[in-house]
């Protein structure tokens, strides 16, 4: 069974910065890429930002400049650096992972139990 864990969501001053981490554990052959999601309330969840195996970034236009997504340790960590944190970025944030389990043969989505950001202002 594969887990996604996550740290790092806290209530945080607006232009302040915070660090989410997650790592990837259990039977895995290969993740493809990793990514953060988030979801605000009453809003639908939305993509923040990505990373492939092959360290390719895609970044929501709302967090270029201001977010910096990361994958280390043999690609089972990723990281999102957050700075310059808005109100609007206030959200539960989701950690993702698209890879293929050992014992299948085909890939699938892996979602983390999200962690709280909170931006007062």
């Known amino acids: 069974q594969v887990q996604l864990v996550e740290s790092g969501g806290d209530l945080v001053q607006a232009g302040g910065s915070l660090r989410l981490s997650c790592s990837a554990s259990g039977n895995i052959f290969r993740i493809n890429s990793m990514g953060w999601y988030r979801q605000a309330p009453g809003k639908q969840r939305e993509l923040v930002a990505t990373?492939?195996?092959?360290?390719?970034?895609n970044y929501a236009d709302s967090v270029k400049g201001r977010f910096t997504i990361s994958r280390i340790n043999a690609g089972n960590t990723v990281y999102l650096q957050m700075l310059s944190l808005k109100p609007e970025d206030t959200a539960v944030y989701y950690c993702n992972a698209n890879l293929r389990p050992l014992a299948m043969l085909v890939t699938q989505d892996v979602w983390g139990q999200g962690t709280q950001v909170t931006v007062s202002s």
């Open positions: 990373v492939t195996s092959a360290g390719s970034t």
